[in-house]
């Protein structure tokens, strides 16, 4: 990658050739007779598979790696260096809220006592774990103003499904399931399809010309029949909702109950309860507002916050006091009942509660600069991308490409050259209401020198594609890999056999 | 804050670029009465020190595995990881990277997510696997729903109960509004599934038939039962594995006739972490795969070498909303890779000999029990067995918990704990056994046992 700021050459650097060395998979590799564990001697008499499983018996798992310790080290430390990163660039993907993952919340993770316990440990030797859940769980109702939070949902989405899944079960409980559920246009694709699992189907709300919704629309669509209204704040333009108050009590009116997807609670953590505001149920990602690593795409974690009359329908277990103590619960009747195996992603948790530790009543400060340092690249990119929607931008900025798909440079391309400068794009695939979009978060993360490092290579593109619009479009140039066609792959990927795990020829390595 | 690396005459200096004169005038479309006016109720920010201490008494008052002589298992078996996974983990490149969805900057991911399909396709003798789903329980819910995306206009799922509870309990959850009905095939008295009931539940309205093996109760399926059944009226069949190292010694799902395999692979080293992250996993056969949930990434021959991108991608956030086949958008990216480095170290030598180790330990055990002669414990079930068995226990469960762990044990799982309240297999207790085990603590559980 080039250095910030530095136009770099097209043509392959050393470093490039190197980098490619052994970017084959490890099962082209792989060598037979090489080992990389030495395993404990068996202690007991060796018991005979073949003797025991009869049929079933299998002699060999064909295909399998063979490699030593330095080989895997080698190939896996290689790999590392193919990836971009928050350690070393700046990752302005808006809605992921790429924010810095601190060392100490690894450290704290990975402590025997909490990495070493296995969740069917009987409860009176598991209670710091049981403890550290029931801490987390009064941190978040603090800054969120809920009465109960759930740690059941594996990740945002699946956060997403339980709160449907309990809107639901309230419903069917009050007498009626409902049958619909409004999710604005600008929503995250995982309403719609959260909100379809859950049994319902979908209505959607247009955006006014701010951006935000209409509060008369939804008086008008909010019936008896809709369950539930998701929405996010701010919402996927960056915007935030400035009638919420009024779309929570039109909502609740008529019965139905205000889900917010808590995707971008970054823009406002410690500086408002969401609950404040009327949300019934809300998720929280873990990995965005509370820095757990997303670790190449997981794992995250979900929680759900809910207000009183959701409470009865929790999912299985809670964690209660109990004595000086606390124990698992899984005496909810109305419960919706489990959303997986075991208690969350406890893991995540411990590193989430270092992080809230980290910051305690400070933490609105989080909120205060992701929100100034987009409203700075808001300010320095103006003039260069088009915003398609002018109201006053929150944790991101959503500009389009506009002014650039008239010299035939499209939002991909401005994307795929920002990593020439070292930059990771944008996001891109939505909001759909906003073609073209490239959505900018830098988060709190980002000190002024990077930020304005970021405008610097964004402003050069806007340049670029003025004056040189096939660098753009033929980019990148200087990653370790060109390009990839993935309409290409897309078609091989479909043909019979695709996936076939070992390779029929060796690869050439140059 | 250490966080946040502007300081405040930077951010001062930030504010007057954008224009306005402090950072509470960029909230100013957030109705005023609910603006907070002072900080949030937490404790004033903790340095490390003050954290390490904090938290570090809270994980001081858990019993880590690590001090005991572990037979904990049920659906999640902690096995031995290399000392380099852990340090590897923590590269940045690793740790801090997001989902690949631009391949030219996340090679590294790419390749080692299809190295771990690869990895879960060979052990489960299928063609195509996923790069992961979050866990045991929701993978099988995902098989379901696949399988009835292929099957089309069906109803109905069928489940061997001796699938683990935790996963039934699961699937009732998920598919409790999508107009589904659930068939669960209970047990013969031998504690594995009874063919002719589980061929007598599937019928026109069959999408699916999951059993699971080694079965909750540490018992090997015969998976071409489930697969016999299922074909027979036209529907497919689940294989369910939450113990990976059995494929190591068994014949694998996709080699007996089943269509999905799908469950936790954990085992491949990863921490158990009271229970999660965890690292579940779904295979198919090729003609299928164009409904794998999750992400799925795919390989392409270059002239420069093979490139990595995700690909097939009909269910992620960026594809049309009301078409998408599942609202999942993680994989667990940093477990799988991690169960992808254990895997490499172990290879195909390493997995087998670890296999073995686990079998002849449980073997070792079984045997001593069925030799204490006091008549108090027994096997409960006659069946072959991988790395866990049930314990039949004459005393109440909890004494006998009791009793080992006063001599450093943790004895097992009381099959109560997995599905509470259902007053089911009072007197089973679950026990498994790794190649952590040695022979002393093997022996100083049948010399506990002897005790009663």
């Known amino acids: 990658m080039s250095d910030h700021g530095h136009l770099a050459s097209p043509a392959p650097d050393a470093s490039r050739l190197d980098r490619r060395r052994g970017s084959s998979s490890i099962f082209d590799a792989s060598r037979p007779g090489r080992r990389g564990v030495l395993l404990p001697p068996l202690d007991v008499p060796g018991a005979d598979p073949e003797a025991l499983f009869g049929a079933l018996h299998r002699t060999e798992v064909a295909g399998e790696v063979e490699a030593s310790e330095v080989d895997a080290i080698r190939h896996f430390t290689r790999l590392s260096q193919k990836n971009m990163s928050i350690d070393a660039n700046l990752y302005p993907l808006g809605s992921c809220t790429m924010k810095h993952n601190p060392r100490i919340n690894e450290e704290i993770a990975r402590l025997a006592g909490f990495a070493e316990v296995h969740p069917y440990t009987p409860g009176h030797l598991s209670q710091g774990a049981l403890e550290l859940i029931a801490r987390l769980e009064a941190a978040l109702i603090a800054l969120t103003g809920f009465a109960r939070i759930t740690f059941q949902p594996s990740a945002g989405a699946n956060g997403e499904l339980a709160g449907c899944l309990m809107i639901r079960a309230a419903h069917v409980k009050a007498g009626a399931p409902r049958k619909y559920v409004l999710v604005p246009d600008s929503a995250h694709g995982t309403n719609p399809a959260s909100a379809h699992f859950a049994g319902y189907e979908v209505k959607e709300l247009p955006s006014t010309p701010r951006g935000t919704l209409d509060p008369a629309d939804l008086e008008k669509k909010m019936t008896d029949e809709v369950a539930a209204v998701m929405i996010t704040v701010p919402n996927t333009l960056g915007v935030f909702e400035e009638n919420i108050l009024e779309v929570t009590r039109i909502v609740h009116a008529k019965g139905g109950y205000v889900y917010l997807d808590g995707a971008n609670f970054n823009a406002f953590v410690g500086k408002i309860r969401p609950a404040d505001m009327g949300v019934d149920v809300m998720h929280m990602n873990l990995h965005k507002t509370f820095s757990t690593p997303h670790g190449g795409g997981g794992p995250g974690a979900g929680p759900v916050g809910v207000g009183a009359a959701l409470v009865p329908f929790l999912p299985v277990p809670t964690v209660e006091p109990e004595g000086t103590g606390f124990r698992l619960d899984f005496d909810h009747p109305d419960s919706i009942g489990r959303m997986r195996t075991f208690y969350g992603n406890f893991g995540v948790l411990v590193r989430a509660l270092t992080y809230i530790l980290s910051y305690g009543q400070e933490i609105g400060e989080v909120a205060e600069n992701a929100v100034l340092n987009a409203n700075y690249l808001r300010k320095k990119l103006a003039p260069f991308y088009h915003l398609k929607y002018d109201a006053p931008s929150y944790h991101e900025v959503v500009f389009d490409d506009k002014l650039q798909a008239a010299r035939g440079v499209h939002n991909i391309d401005v994307a795929k050259r920002l990593m020439d400068y070292g930059f990771h794009p944008p996001t891109m695939s939505f909001p759909l209401i906003v073609p073209g979009a490239l959505m900018i978060e830098p988060t709190e993360s980002e000190p002024i020198e990077e930020l304005d490092a970021f405008a610097d290579a964004m402003i050069a593109i806007a340049r670029e594609a003025e004056e040189s619009p096939e660098l753009v479009t033929s980019a990148p140039h200087v990653t370790p890999v060109g390009r990839i066609d993935e309409a290409l792959l897309a078609r091989e990927a479909s043909k019979a056999g695709s996936f076939a795990p070992v390779l029929r020829a060796p690869v050439r390595r140059s | ?452």
């Open chain 2, 1 to 452: 804050m250490r966080y946040i690396p502007n300081s405040p005459a930077e951010q001062a200096d930030l504010l007057r670029e954008v224009g306005v004169a402090s950072v509470d005038d960029l909230f100013a479309t957030v109705p005023r009465e609910v603006f907070r006016k002072s900080p949030p109720p937490l404790a004033p920010p903790m340095s490390e020190v003050e954290l390490r201490r904090d938290l570090g008494a809270l994980a001081a008052k858990n019993a880590a595995a690590t001090c005991y002589a572990s037979f904990l298992g049920a659906g999640l078996y902690p096995h031995h990881s290399p000392a380099f996974v852990s340090q590897l983990l923590l590269r940045g490149e690793f740790l801090t990277s997001y989902t690949p969805y631009q391949p030219e900057v996340s090679q590294g991911t790419l390749t080692a997510i299809w190295e771990f399909q690869s990895h879960v396709a060979l052990l489960t003798g299928l063609d195509v696997a996923n790069a992961s789903m979050y866990e045991g329980a929701s993978a099988l819910v995902e098989a379901f729903l696949m399988a009835e995306r292929l099957t089309k206009k069906r109803t109905r799922v069928v489940v061997s109960k001796t699938v683990h509870p935790e996963y039934l309990a699961t699937l009732r959850t998920y598919l409790a509004y999508l107009g589904l009905e659930i068939v669960e095939v209970p047990a013969g008295s031998d504690g594995v599934t009874n063919p002719a009931a589980l061929a007598a539940a599937v019928d026109d309205e069959t999408i699916a038939v999951a059993v699971q093996s080694p079965n909750v109760f540490g018992l090997v399926e015969d998976w071409s039962v489930a697969a016999e059944a299922a074909h027979a009226k036209g529907a497919l069949a689940i294989g369910v594995v939450n113990e990976m190292f059995s494929l190591a010694l068994l014949k694998p799902p996709g080699e007996a006739g089943i269509d999905i395999a799908c469950g936790e692979a954990a085992s491949f080293g990863l921490p158990a972490s009271f229970g999660g992250p965890l690292v579940g996993f779904l295979a198919c056969r090729d003609g299928f795969k164009r409904q794998i949930p999750g992400r799925l990434a795919g390989r392409l021959e270059t002239p420069d070498g093979p490139v990595f991108a995700l690909t097939l991608s009909t269910r992620e956030q960026h594809i049309r909303r009301e078409k998408a086949t599942s609202n999942i958008c993680t994989n667990q990216g940093l477990f799988a890779l991690a169960a992808t480095m254990t895997l490499t170290a172990l290879g195909k030598h390493g997995l087998r000999e670890t296999a073995l180790l686990c079998l002849s330990k449980s073997e070792y055990l079984k045997a001593g029990i069925g030799k204490l002669g006091t008549g108090k414990f027994a096997v409960a079930f006659p069946g072959a067995t991988f790395n866990e068995f049930a314990l039949r226990c004459g005393p109440p469960v909890e004494e006998v918990l009791s009793a080992l762990e006063k001599a450093q044990i943790l004895g097992g799982v009381p099959f109560t704990r997995l599905a509470p309240g259902s007053g089911e297999h009072e007197d089973l207790l679950l026990v498994a056994t790794t190649e952590r085990n040695r022979r002393e603590d093997l022996d100083r559980y049948l010399d506990v046992l002897k005790g009663f």
